[in-house]
């Protein structure tokens, strides 16, 4: 099941669950997905940062998220502008929670992280958690060998 952030074309906010990403597509299709507030067909996917689950997480339910709601009209933004740097912070704050959610999670190996992540894929290091440094070219390798990674979400203000 994966569950979407949705929003219609008046900017309504609301969340549904599929069974996968194409019943989605054939649903919106159809129009059967709606807003349940105006009841609009003209129905799009909001941004959402991805959930991880760590190992200590796997085989017990975690609780879902804050559910989103809809902003009353005397809390809506006021224009596209203030909507835009509200979904933008939004996005930064879920962002934020991932990455520190990884880095609470997980082992930093550092620049060993390529070795490490091919020790576990081929079975000579036991699975965990891991994150680290790696070269454009040793992320690109890694991937052709089919194993995955993904580079942690970085933020403007860390680089500063």
């Known amino acids: 099941m994966i569950r979407y952030a949705l929003h219609c074309e008046k900017d309504h906010g609301f969340e549904s669950w ?8 054939q649903q919106v ?5 709606t807003c349940p ?3 609009s067909a003209k129905v799009e996917k909001a941004i959402m ?8 997480g796997r085989g017990r339910a975690t609780p879902p998220p804050e559910a989103a709601t809809a902003p009353t009209p005397e809390a809506a933004p006021s224009g596209p502008t203030s909507l835009l740097m509200a979904q ?7 962002l934020k929670e991932l990455r520190d959610h990884i880095v609470k999670n997980a082992d ?8 490490e992540a091919r020790a576990m894929h081929y079975g000579d290091k036991e ?25 942690l979400p970085t933020l403007p203000e860390d680089r500063n």
Do not use: M, T, W
């Open 18 to 25: 599929f069974q996968s990403s194409s019943a989605y597509d």
């Open 29 to 33: 299709k159809r129009k059967l997905v």
């Open 88 to 94: 933008e912070k939004e996005l930064r704050a879920k």
């Open 49 to 56: 940062a991805p959930r991880i689950v760590g190992k200590k």
């Open 108 to 115: 930093n190996v550092g620049e060993r992280f390529a070795n």
């Open 37 to 39: 507030i105006c009841g």
């Open 127 to 151: 699975h965990r958690p891991i994150y680290g440094e790696a070269s454009p070219e040793e992320a690109k390798s890694l991937i052709d060998e089919g194993i995955e990674v993904s580079p």
